[in-house]
């Protein structure tokens, strides 16, 4: 019933006019939220629908068909007031989750300062507490805030002294629920914006502003674990947001594709025209697995940690994104850079999904971070033998490369009477295994060779992180798939078909990037990129003399 009502609310969405006029209409938003679209995952009892992870994936695949209208409803209850649900004292709830939940009052989260932007743990807002200790006195400015000139409630982020356990004056961040009448919050003008112009961006700013401290979100110096797992959260639904759209784009362009003619065949019937087509349905198969596996694990009890898997789903979603109105752009050809037509429109909202909710490059370094963090915890010990020449460890460890190198048949039990990937996926399946296993030996190889000065590697931290988002597009793929053909879903044969397809490229990419992981393999280039960047930055330009210039 719910989607039914808001697929009827979009149809008199214009997005072009929203687009142009840099703002969303207010009886847009009136009706936003007498569908109670502000409050999807509020619980019920505070006056929220109570929504499952699974269901708001759901409903963000419509509400992303227009994304000023997504950014607006993500920065409210995402990131603007999912603090209180997370980290929220019981009367903090009370008092400001209701009214939150029908939409009465906007939210905003503001961490993003002028001098800190990725590094969060830098900000420079300090909130002061007053000799009288009931209220802290914040000060400072946020930049780039989602709703800051809507919102009535704002989760801020502000350094604050606290006296640690050895009795020493330190500056930690805290977090604080802050209400505009409290008194000096202002916010600047909106931003003019490349894309997603509907939604309110602007700065905001604390002069003195007094806030009672029963308003201090979770615990005092705990601002920083607050802030990223508010953050780590909501990314797994932009994978359901960009299938939603890449849905709606892939049915306009095949429709212009199946009826403008060229060179007396319909664009359709050209290879390279299809190939694009498959790219955008491959992109949208794999995202949409992922976000919803997420949202499953997310949905399960225990409040688990799926912050990487959220991680993996943000950075590969936008980045389809990105990839794929290009290429349905390129279809159009002329017509789709007119704005006369939706896809320039379209490519300019999606450039920001790689930079909000975490840069692609930071998320990265985390994926990896983490994924290696977990791995060094269980081979600490073995690589601590090593080291020390334990003489039937190395023997093992030896023994064990030379049966890798002699092509050792790698099975995980994923295939097979107990395998749970059917058998028309079962080489999709067994590549997936072997790059698991792989990966398995290269990461100890790696963390042998740097230790913890892995941290500084960059470049291999992305390839460590590129490896583990194609692991888990490949596991969500196939789970998906495996799961369609067996309770029977309509045209699970083209699941079939988009599933190896995928697993194919992924597993190729991943035994190429796993070969730059060598330390003397001749297809890692790192040290003559880091060269070709030093001289270019040394000098602040590009440096080659012009193909005119002569010596004399």
């Known amino acids: 019933m719910l989607l039914q009502s808001l697929l009827g609310c979009y149809i008199y969405v214009d997005s072009r006019k929203i687009d142009q006029e840099g703002e969303i209409p207010k009886e847009t938003l009136e009706k936003l939220k007498s569908l109670g679209l502000f409050g999807m995952q509020v619980p019920e009892e505070y006056g929220g629908l109570g929504l499952s992870n699974t269901m708001y994936a759901r409903l963000g695949e419509i509400t992303a068909l227009d994304a000023s209208i997504t950014v607006t409803l993500a920065a409210h209850q995402s990131i603007g007031l999912k603090g209180i649900i997370i980290a929220g004292s019981e009367e903090q709830k ?189 992109k949208a198969y794999v995202m949409e697995s992922m976000a919803y596996l997420t949202a499953g694990l997310l949905d399960r009890p225990g409040l688990p940690d799926c912050s990487v898997e959220a991680a993996i789903v943000k950075v590969f979603s936008s980045e389809a994104a990105w990839q794929c109105v290009s290429e349905a752009l390129q279809i159009l050809g002329g017509l789709g850079y007119m704005r006369d037509y939706p896809y320039e429109r379209l490519l300019r909202d999606a450039r920001i999904l790689l930079i909000f909710e975490g840069t692609n490059e930071i998320l990265r370094m985390y994926i990896a971070l983490t994924g290696l963090q977990h791995a060094g915890h269980i081979l600490t010990s073995r690589i601590n033998e090593i080291k020390r020449g334990n003489v039937s460890t190395i023997v093992e460890t030896v023994g064990r490369r030379l049966r890798d190198s002699l092509s050792r048949t790698v099975d995980l039990g994923l295939t097979g009477k107990l395998g749970v990937v059917h058998p028309s996926l079962e080489d999709s399946a067994n590549k997936l295994e072997e790059n698991v296993y792989y990966f398995g030996r290269t990461v100890e190889t790696l963390l042998l060779r740097f230790g913890k000065t892995i941290v500084e590697e960059q470049m291999v931290m992305k390839r460590v992180a590129n490896i583990l988002i194609n692991l888990y597009s490949m596991t969500a793929v196939l789970s998906r798939a495996s799961r369609s053909i067996r309770i029977g879903l309509r045209n699970h044969d083209h699941e079939v078909l988009l599933a190896n397809i995928f697993c194919v490229e992924a597993y190729h990419q991943n035994l190429f990037t796993l070969s730059q992981l060598d330390k003397y393999s001749p297809e890692n280039l790192d040290e003559k990129i880091k060269k070709v960047a030093q001289q270019v930055l040394e000098k602040r330009t590009y440096i080659c003399a012009h193909p005119l210039d002569r010596t004399s």
């Open 94 to 282: 009370t008092k400001y989750l209701p009214r939150l939940a029908s939409g009465e009052h906007i939210a905003a989260f503001c961490l993003t300062e002028p001098a800190s932007g990725s590094d969060a743990a830098s900000i420079r807002t300090r909130a002061t507490l007053s000799e009288d200790k009931k209220h802290y006195i914040l000060n400072g400015s946020k930049i780039w805030i989602t709703n800051g000139g809507l919102a009535d409630i704002f989760t801020v982020f502000a350094k604050t002294q606290i006296v640690d356990s050895n009795n020493l004056i330190k500056d930690k961040i805290t977090a604080f629920i802050v209400e505009r009448n409290f008194g000096g919050v202002t916010n600047g003008k909106p931003e003019d914006k490349l894309g997603i112009r509907g939604s309110n961006t602007c700065e905001v700013h604390f002069e003195n502003t007094k806030v009672p401290v029963e308003n201090v979100l979770g615990e005092v110096g705990g601002g920083f674990k607050v802030a990223m797992n508010i953050l780590n959260s909501g990314r797994f639904s932009m994978g359901s947001s960009v299938a939603g759209m890449l849905k709606k784009l892939i049915e306009m362009t095949a429709e212009y594709a199946c009826t403008r003619k060229q060179f007396n065949k319909n664009l359709s019937e050209f290879g390279l025209i299809q190939e694009k087509f498959a790219l955008m349905a491959q």
